[in-house]
């Protein structure tokens, strides 16, 4: 193990290398461990289940620089209770005392309003733009293969006149504040664009700089990438906790057993609130659960992902295959499958598109996205710690965020010039 100069600097700059263990090998993991081992460091990626299935397995696929947005809008919390009345309401929260899901919904509250929106879009868009070049760049240069990448765009198709309507002032905002651009289609040009649509809907909104994927096989291209790298993938490999001396982690225990290191990386996602006693921290992250359905391309195979706003739908065409995914269900770590929840999608899918379904099913699927309380992620050093980092919270955007963090992230690490300003992802701004 090598020494440190000082518990101020995070890595010493000479060109030894260093141990860096990095607990979560799911996506944020992977780009984390990416560009940590191309400034040279030994890296240990480990994973209490298996590399990449979790998350970041079965998601929409988007890299979206469109979700600039937080949930945390004004007059969402209206909007939101309305919906919970209701029977087949995409968002729904299972009715149970949670003291940390008051807490998280509490601050959530708090920044329903227009200042920390623009703000949390600011740094939110950061992290998409900079993850949308990146990943251009390492799939266009071979770093990472067999991704089915996509330029298409994404298009948010809108049933009623008044929603299409309402999403033209939601454009402009991203217009003026971000420099956003979306090309709308009204009725008939829609269809005549995507005639795997059903006549009906009012129209649809393109956002021509996103970009998808297939999620399944860019975990597998990380993981190659990784290997080819020497990074070491540790599956089936549960962090227990941290040795630690003057603040510093030399050691983690894991039920196979304790792992010297010099740095850690926390990227459990939706698992790191369950960390919060390790961590000293308070971690303001809940688990919202979404699900999806894979199955092989229909023969009326949409040309676009699309959005079903109103249903809360998402459509993603994959070369190899075609997924219905997304929905929002707050039930805690519950590890059931809610066929109810299934069904929503697929009444979506069916109420929009001529042939919604194909058979056979090939993957019936949940997950657990990481929303952090006020829609930004939590990126950079713990503050109980001189070397423990943590990259989570990111929401719905993992995916569309991971290359951006990862490489932000090692930096930090490393003690390099940061593409990107750390200051909005830091971790005691709550």
Known sequence: MTTRTSDSQPLETDNHKRDVIIIGGGVIGAATAYFLAKQGAQVTVIERGKFGKACSHGNCGYISPSHILPLCQPGAIGSTFKTLFKRNSPFKIKPRFDADLISWLWKFARNCNKKHMLAAGHARQHLLNSSRALYAELIESGELTDCEWQTKGLMFVFNSQSHFEHHAHVVELLREEYNVQAVPYAGAELIKLE???????????????????????????????????????????????????????????????????????????????????????????????????????????????????????????????????????????DTSMNPARIKLLTDGAKYYLHEPMSEPILETWYGWRPMSCDGVPMIGLVPAYSNVWMAAGHSMLGLSMATGTGKLLSEMICGNKTHLDPEPYRLNRF
């Open 195 to 333: 005639p795997a649509l059903k006549p009906g809907p009012a129209g649809g909104w393109l956002y021509p700089d996103d970009a998808h994927v297939r999620p399944d096989k860019v975990m597998s291209a990380w993981q190659n990438r990784l290997h080819q790298l020497g990074v070491v993938i540790r599956e089936e490999r549960e962090f227990l906790g941290f040795d630690v001396s003057n603040k510093r982690v030399h050691s983690i225990n894991t039920s196979a057993g304790k792992m010297e290191t010099d740095q850690v990386v926390i990227a459990t996602g939706a698992w790191t609130p369950l960390l919060k006693q390790h961590l000293k921290l308070s971690v303001p992250i809940q688990p919202g659960k979404g699900y999806s359905i894979t199955m092989n391309r229909p023969g009326i195979c949409p040309e676009y992902p699309m959005l079903f706003e109103e249903h809360r739908v998402g459509i993603t065409p994959m070369q190899t295959g075609y997924r219905i995914g997304s929905t929002m269900e707050f039930a805690g770590y």
